[in-house]
Nanobody, 115 residues
């Protein structure tokens, strides 16, 4: 049974930084794509960033230049370095790991950016 465990969320002032981590346990097999999504109150969950097994990255426009996604395949871990945080980045952040036929979600970690 694969489980994703997230860490690194919290409260930060605008302009600050946070680093999120998400590690998969219960599996030694690799994942095709790892990524982060977020959901703000009253809004739909949206893609933040993804990274493939070949380290090809994709970002939503609102975080380009501020967020960096990376992965450690040996540890089955994905990271999201978030810099220059804005109040509009406030949301619950979910990690998402994909294999060809299966998708896994983390439990979510709260990121709150105060103005």
């Amino acid at each position: 049974q694969v489980q994703l465990v997230e860490s690194g969320g919290g409260l930060v002032q605008a302009g600050g930084s946070l680093r999120l981590s998400c590690t998969a346990s219960g599996s030694s097999s690799s994942f095709v794509t790892m990524g982060w999504y977020r959901q703000a109150p009253g809004k739909q969950r949206e893609l933040v960033a993804t990274i493939t097994s070949g380290s090809v990255t994709n970002y939503t426009d609102s975080v380009k230049g501020r967020f960096t996604i990376s992965r450690d395949n040996a540890k089955n871990t994905v990271y999201l370095q978030m810099n220059s945080l804005k109040p509009e980045d406030t949301a619950v952040y979910y990690c998402n790991f994909r294999r060809i036929w299966t998708v896994y979600w983390g439990q979510g970690t709260q990121v709150t950016v105060s103005s």
